[in-house]
């Protein structure tokens, strides 16, 4: 009997306790709703276009002082670079950028821009001799032969010119940087930032840039999956357009890239379990998400300013659900493309009641 | 049973073990590019490099591949993709190349060189994305100054249009250009072996070690592994040593020694990743420590399918010889590398700082 009492408070104890954990804080979202909310975080574009309706471009993520760093890869072919220092295990903790860049996998190419152009500007690991080693990973998607010639696609220079663009203050969305070239589910992709400030200061931010397979929204009625996210203003609309299907090509090489961020002190183990959260949020903004021809890859940032003990699940909700929103306000940003032959609707065109603000 | 019957049971399974081990042999140039669709190209800037292994299928295409990563200090490019549960099955070549993240630039000038050739993933369109899985190292051989040059695109442009099949150059060259090994010059080494039943494994190896390959003696952990004479009358070092200097410090980023396997049995990915994972045995015991928080340790499997696994028996028993040829492939190229080392003005070869383990070399 008395055992089953205390049994009983015990397992009450553990429901508030639990619920406690479980509940996302009161949160609003910063003053430019970008990842550049996150104090310590600068953002920058290059974007290039063919003149044939073809673009593709790259975005740096710059964390000048460093910040803690973790990643998830769930898409089944990806294109990245330095994602095993980011395990848990291995002896570097700090990440100075992350970049992100359309061109397959001979984007990778811009992260070599970005490093010696951090490099020039003293930011980097101290190595030998005074040397330093700007630690950046980076992911890519498959953009290339969209409207243009298949050898249209990011080198070092566009890591160069993103990373000497970077500010922190508002960050363009649409078709810009490493979303510029970018398609998702039948309309065109792109670029996607938001950010959320918690009732306790912590303040939790995403970009995205949007080139997946799956769709973000009811192909009928235009309702976002992850619509929610957004609060009241996103109003339902209903309509009967139907979006149009993917492209076959679009389903065998996609990717959705993305970096969240956020301004309390984590450890590197954190980051990742960050990481893991903030992709959920992909997963709820698009389906199917993480499918076998998706790149899907998504890096944290944590620049510690804020230094109280982190509550990593209220961090990392918020984080998921700054994804979303960041991915809703890629599709949404996105213009369509039509120059002669090349012809992209963009969700606006499809859906213009609910972009009419 | 009574001591003498456990013997007579034993000895024949020794017998049988270790007759199997001799029949080993290394294949004609000792070198990775023993294994059918392999070629080697250096490209050697200075006191800093690169290293191609180009990989080509039977029908021309690329080649299954895996990868193990236990160094603490990794520097890396499209490790990913190489996991099984990831959908490009094809590999066309790894980069290993010096120059710390830098060099993983080098990367790029191989894609560009692949393209060129039509070589790599097809997208469509005639198009394709060559698939080049890198590693790099930090180069410490650079007597305190700052590595006068490092490995760009156009140093992966030019190890790959310099990639041959043959005789692989050891020592001083691409990769380990800038390599340390516990004190003394680390560099490129190279091995390879042929299993009775047709089987070919290579190792390549660019060794730059937090850790010695030597013990107290001066020995090479690995020498008792050679096979016939490849070590060229190698012999014990005494523990008669000159001037090596105290081992550079290490930390995060300092080091690491990168190998790819090749062999000419046709891999699953996981199998490829299973054969790394006991390939990097050989790592450990040819070096210690091995995989320190600041080395970048990683190593690559290629298989290139010139042998249908369905012809050599039981999988798992195949995959576990490769696995074990791999190892002791691996551990003798790292012998190799430090043998062909050549001194530096701030870093004696292994034969200089230990004179009698190489007196009788030839």
Known sequence: MQLHTALGGMLTLMAVASAALAQTLPQTPGPKNAITDVPGIEVGHYTASSGSGGMTGTTAVIARGGATAGVTQRGGAPGTRETDLLRSEKAIGTAHAVVLSGGSAYGLAAADGVMTCLESQGVGMPVANGAIVPIVPSAILFDPGRCAPFNFRPDASFGTNACRAATN????????????????????????????????????????????????????????????????????????????????????????????????????????????????????????AHGIGDGDTVFALATGTMTETPNITQIGAAAADALSRAIIRAIVAADGIHVSACNVDSYCDLFPQRCRH | MKPSRLCAVVLPLLAVTTGSAWAQAPGQHNAITDVPGISVGHFTGGDAGTTVVLAVGPTGQGVAGGVTQRGGSPGTRETDLMRPDNLVEIMNAIVLSGGSAYGLAAASGVMRCLEDRG????????????????????????????????????????????????????????????????????????????????????????????????????????????????????????????????????????????????????????????????????????????????????????????????????????????????????????????????????????CEAFPSACRNRR
């Open chain 2, 119 to 350: 070589v790599g993933f097809p997208v469509g369109g005639g198009n394709v994305v060559p698939i080049v899985p890198t590693a790099v190292s930090f180069d410490r051989a650079t007597c305190g100054g700052p590595a006068a040059s490092r490995p760009d695109f156009a140093a992966g442009l030019q190890a790959c249009l310099a990639a041959t099949g043959g005789a692989v150059e050891q020592g001083n060259v691409g990769a380990g250009s800038g390599g340390v090994s516990g004190g003394v010059k680390g560099g490129v080494g190279t091995a390879s072996v042929v299993l009775p039943n047709g089987i070919i494994v290579g190792a390549l190896v660019s060794v730059n070690s937090e850790g010695a390959a030597y013990d107290g003696d001066g020995d090479l952990y690995a020498a008792p592994l050679e096979l016939g004479n490849e070590f060229r009358a190698l012999t014990k070092a005494g523990g008669h040593r000159h001037r090596i200097p105290p081992n550079l410090a290490g930390g995060p980023l300092r080091s690491g020694t990168n190998a790819v396997v090749a062999t000419n049995v046709q891999l699953t990915k996981s199998q490829a990743t299973k054969i790394a994972e006991m390939a990097d045995d050989g790592v450990s015991r040819a070096i210690s420590p091995a995989h320190t928080a600041g080395d970048g340790d990683t190593l690559f499997v290629l298989g290139t399918a010139r042998l249908a696994m369905a012809t050599l028996g039981d999988e798992s028993a195949v995959v576990t010889q490769i696995g074990t040829a791999a190892a002791n492939a691996v551990s003798r190229a790292i012998v190799h590398a430090l043998l062909s080392a050549k001194s530096t003005s701030c870093q004696p070869s292994y």
């Open chain 1, 169 to 288: 203050g508002p960050v363009q969305m649409g078709n810009v940087g490493a979303g510029a070239g970018a398609r998702s589910g039948g309309v065109k992709g792109g670029v996607g930032t938001a950010s959320a400030v918690l009732s306790n200061g912590v303040v939790v931010g995403a970009i995205v840039a949007v080139n997946s397979a799956g769709r973000t929204f009811d192909a009928v009625t235009g309702q976002f999956f992850a619509g929610y996210t957004l609060g009241n203003s996103d109003a339902a609309v209903a309509t009967a357009l139907a979006a149009p299907e993917a492209q076959r090509d679009e389903l065998l090489r996609a990717t959705t890239i993305a970096v969240v961020a956020t301004n309390v002190r984590l450890t590197k183990a954190q980051a990742n379990k960050l990481a893991q959260m903030a992709d959920d949020g992909l997963a709820r903004a698009i389906r199917p």
